[in-house]
């Protein structure tokens, strides 16, 4: 292969998707009409679907893996090898209403006696002109307008007073909710106004990344069919830190950051 890994993988995920921003266009459309959004996006998928497996398949899974999409398939106890695994859309509600907030993930992984090794991932969000990156422990952002990109290396900071430090809430669990209600900084209760929650555990990584967010709140992902693997990853690499509270919570933060629920 003459191109880097990273790069063939890029090139995949972009051909596949390059008629996804006009389907997320239409739906501001359609959700204003009796029409069903869910059955258009599904449609939508399944075209995207069909463009990785025609991207995939003209490369040997001896570089790239075996191709496998996490929501058909358990991902838990797959066999010894090289695996290309696909998170079709990370949130198919926010996409139903329009909402940027989705993405699409490719993580290569080496898997040997049920662990796991992960050479190279990318998270894309299409709906609002993002790509990242983590290759060779590096994580960098790719945004583009247009003919324009400016692609940076990521670096997150650990300078920032409690008051104004942002935290997100991605929880699925109702029993999440409840344990998360009181929440403390550095001993500090955090105020309301301090949350947010996005419905995109991913996206809400993004913007710890950026240093836009300080601390993630989220609670397992559904294992048989899901993985942060990636997420921790790129969280690990930047200078971030992944800390379980409790069997069902993790926290996403600095190091210098202690956090209690």
Not at 154 to 172: G, Q
Not at 184 to 209: D, H, M
């Amino acid at each position: 292969m003459t191109l880097p890994i990273i790069n063939i993988l890029e090139q995949i995920i972009r051909k596949a998707t390059v008629f996804l921003l006009r389907d997320f266009s239409e739906l501001d459309i359609i959700q204003n009409t009796n029409c069903d959004t869910r059955s258009f996006v599904i449609h939508s998928c399944t075209k995207i679907q069909k463009r990785i497996i025609e991207g995939v398949s003209k490369y040997s899974s001896d570089d790239i893996g075996k191709l496998v999409f996490c929501h058909e398939q358990r991902i838990t106890n797959l066999p010894d090898g090289k695996y290309l695994l696909v998170n079709l859309i990370d949130n198919l509600t926010n996409l139903e209403k329009a909402l940027p907030f989705f993405c699409i993930e490719f993580s290569l992984q080496t898997i040997v006696q049920q662990k796991r090794k992960i050479h190279c991932g990318i998270q894309y969000f299409p709906a609002i002109g993002e790509i990242y990156y983590v290759d060779n422990n590096e994580v960098w952002v790719d945004k583009f307008n247009h003919q324009q990109s400016n692609r940076f290396k990521l670096r997150v900071s650990n300078f920032k007073a409690n008051k104004y430090k942002l935290l997100a809430m991605e929880l699925t669990l109702a029993d999440s909710w409840n344990k998360a209600l009181l929440i403390k900084i550095n001993n500090a209760v955090i105020n309301n106004k301090q949350i947010r929650c996005f419905g995109s555990l991913r996206y809400a990584c993004t913007l710890f990344l950026t240093g836009k967010l300080d601390i993630i709140v989220y609670d397992r992902l559904e294992s048989i069919y899901d993985s942060d693997d990636l997420i921790k990853l790129l969280v690990t690499k930047v200078g971030g830190i992944v800390n379980v509270i409790n069997p069902n919570i993790n926290v996403i933060s600095t190091s210098s950051i202690r956090v209690s629920i």
